[in-house]
C-alpha cells in the first residue's frame, strides 16, 4: 500500500516569508501527485496535479516540484499571505483497478502571521 | 451547481442509529469515491464506483457501512447501526478519464457526522 508522509505537521511563519512543504511516497510507481488545500470545517480544494512524466507545475504564488526517483515532491509558497493559512495535503493514486482512488498524508498545517 | 455536492452538511446521530450520506458528483463523472476523515487525519479511502458498479470497497471498515450508486450519478454511503468511531468527515468526489487533466478528483464539501 503507498503510504504518504508529509512534513512538518505544522508550520507557523510571519506574513511575507517563502516556505516550503514537504511530501514523501514510497512507491515511485505513481500515475500523477495532487497538492490540496484544507480549511476548517471545508472540502478539499485541488491546487496543483503533476503529472508523472512531470517535474512541477506553477500557479500563481505557488510551485510544486516532482521527484519520483527519491519518492518526493514540495510545495512551495511564496510571499506567504494570512489568507494562505490552512492545512495542505498531499495525494497520490492507488493503481488503476480502484479507479485512482487517492493516498494522503496527514497534512501540513500552516499559519502565516500578520 | 456544477461541483459535487453532499448533502446533510452535518448529521448528528445516537449510538445505534442508521445514518445515509448523499453526494451528488459532477455531470458526466463516472467515477465516484468516498473517503473517510478522521479529526487531524488525511482522509482515507473507502469505496469507488465506476458508474453503477461498485470495483472497489476494500476501504470499508466494517460490514456496517454500505454504499451504493443505482443509477450511475447520485451515490448514497449508508451507515448502520452507529458507533462513537465513526464520528468523521465523509468526502464524496468524483473524476472523468475525459477530463481536460484525466482522472483528477474534485471533492465535495463533506458530511461531518457526530454520533453521540
Known amino acids: 500500500k503507498q503510504e504518504v508522509t508529509q512534513i512538518p505537521a505544522a508550520l507557523s511563519v510571519p506574513e511575507g516569508e517563502n516556505l516550503v512543504l514537504n511530501c514523501s511516497f514510497t512507491d515511485s510507481a505513481i500515475y500523477n501527485l495532487q497538492w490540496f488545500r484544507q480549511d476548517p470545517g471545508k472540502g478539499l480544494t485541488s491546487l496543483l496535479l503533476?503529472?508523472?512524466?512531470?517535474r512541477e507545475q506553477t500557479s500563481g504564488r505557488l510551485n510544486a516540484s516532482l521527484d519520483k526517483s527519491s519518492g518526493r515532491s514540495t510545495l512551495y509558497i511564496a510571499a506567504s499571505q494570512p489568507g494562505d493559512s490552512a492545512t495542505y495535503l498531499c495525494a497520490v493514486p492507488s493503481n488503476s483497478n480502484s479507479g485512482y482512488a487517492l493516498n494522503f498524508g496527514k497534512g501540513t498545517s500552516l499559519l502565516v502571521t500578520p | 451547481g456544477a461541483g459535487v455536492s453532499q448533502s446533510p452538511r452535518y448529521k448528528v446521530a445516537k449510538r445505534g442509529q442508521d445514518v445515509a450520506l448523499r453526494c451528488d458528483p459532477i455531470s458526466g463523472h463516472v467515477s465516484l469515491f468516498w473517503y473517510q476523515q478522521a479529526l487531524g487525519q488525511g482522509p482515507e479511502f473507502l469505496t469507488y464506483?465506476?458508474?453503477?458498479?461498485?470495483?472497489?470497497k476494500s476501504g470499508l471498515p466494517s460490514d456496517r457501512f454500505f454504499a451504493e450508486r443505482p443509477e450511475g450519478s447520485v451515490s448514497t454511503l449508508k451507515i448502520q447501526r452507529t458507533q462513537q468511531e465513526d464520528s468523521a468527515v465523509y468526502l464524496c468526489?468524483?473524476?472523468?478519464?475525459?477530463?481536460?487533466?484525466?482522472?483528477?478528483?474534485?471533492f465535495g464539501p463533506g458530511t461531518r457526522l457526530t454520533v453521540t
Open positions: 503533476i503529472q508523472s512524466s512531470q
Open positions: 468526489a468524483s473524476s472523468s478519464p475525459l477530463d481536460p487533466r484525466p482522472n483528477e478528483q474534485y
Open positions: 464506483f465506476q458508474n453503477e458498479a461498485q470495483l472497489d
